[in-house]
């Protein structure tokens, strides 16, 4: 997947009264509270049906009004990370990070993501969160460069598959309004991981986006790729984010 393709045009309305389109109350204490920043999110249409046999028991592919559900590539730099609400974590809790992520919903209405993969810069997390969370971070070379209105996220796989690339640079544009298939993207207050023979739901919160748009100057990807998911489509715009605070509560299970 190489070069800044044609963006497709933003998807019609659709009926978001039974979305959760803010966080719910998080269901017990605060694990973990850090800042998302500088962030840029990618999304292609892909077709649920050949992407089903990647979801862990008891979740399915979340699945929006066209009839499809999607996946996402998201880098970013994360910030300010304490354990709790309290202990500041300031160099294990510092990184850049790209996920490549699908949407999924459990059978109690949950509708989180699914990671294929997580790249990070700080290879102390690695074994951490895998061990701890079943999520599948990985090590990586990252850059993150900005030049007047220019962002570009440049990484490199380190472990597994050494060699792995994503080379991304944006130009900021201005302020917007999500549409409905922005906010029911975006708005996401967990993820859904395999651990230990379970799967497992690990609830986060976080205030509204604010949004802006982003014109792709340069892309070449192989991430996506290597996550066994195929877009059956064109790209959605791009948008790019200051950031927001979030907070991540006590996982739990749910198969």
Same mark, same amino acid.
């Given at each position: 997947?190489?070069? !800044?393709?044609?963006?497709? #045009?933003?998807? =019609? ?24 920043? +500088? ?5 292609? !249409?892909?077709?649920?049906? &050949?992407?089903? +046999? ?15 559900? $999607?996946?996402? *590539? /998201? =880098? ?6 304490? /354990? ?6 300031? $160099? ?10 699908? $949407?999924?919903?459990?059978?109690? @209405? ?12 700080? *290879? ?13 971070? &990985? ?13 570009? $996220? ?5 472990? !597994? ?15 917007? #309004? ?7 993207? &975006?708005? %996401?207050? @967990? ?5 230990? @023979? %379970? ?22 990807? #192989? ?6 998911? %195929? ?22 299970? /749910?198969?």
């Amino acid at each position: 997947m190489s070069t !800044p393709d044609l963006p497709a #045009e933003p998807s =019609p309305g659709a009926d978001l009264t039974e979305f959760p389109v803010t966080a719910p109350p998080l269901p017990g204490p605060v694990t973990v509270d850090q800042r998302w920043s +500088d962030l840029t999110f990618l999304h292609w !249409p892909v077709r649920s049906e &050949t992407v089903a +046999d990647l979801y862990p028991p008891g979740t399915r592919p979340d699945v929006f009004a066209d009839g499809m559900t $999607y996946v996402g *590539l /998201v =880098p970013f730099v994360m910030t300010s990370t304490k /354990v709790g609400s309290a202990l500041p974590l300031p $160099y294990f809790g510092s990184f850049l990070e790209t996920n490549v992520r699908l $949407y999924s919903i459990d059978d109690a @209405g949950r509708h989180g993501v699914l990671f294929r993969s997580l790249e990070t810069a700080r *290879l102390a997390v690695v074994p951490v969160v895998r061990l701890g969370l079943g999520v599948p971070y &990985t090590w990586a070379r990252m850059r993150l460069i900005r030049h007047g209105d220019h962002i570009t $996220y440049d990484s490199m796989r380190r472990w !597994p598959r050494r060699g792995l690339r994503s080379l991304l640079t944006i130009a900021v544009r201005e302020a917007v #309004e999500p549409t409905p298939l922005e906010v029911w993207l &975006t708005a %996401r207050w @967990g993820a859904h991981t395999r651990k230990a @023979g %379970r799967t497992w739901w690990v609830p986060n919160e976080h205030g509204p986006w604010p949004l802006r748009a982003a014109s792709v100057a340069e892309f070449s990807d #192989e991430l996506i790729g290597a996550g066994a998911v %195929r877009p059956a489509g064109d790209r959605l715009r791009a948008l790019y984010s200051p950031g927001v605070r979030t907070r991540f509560g006590r996982p739990c299970i /749910v198969r």
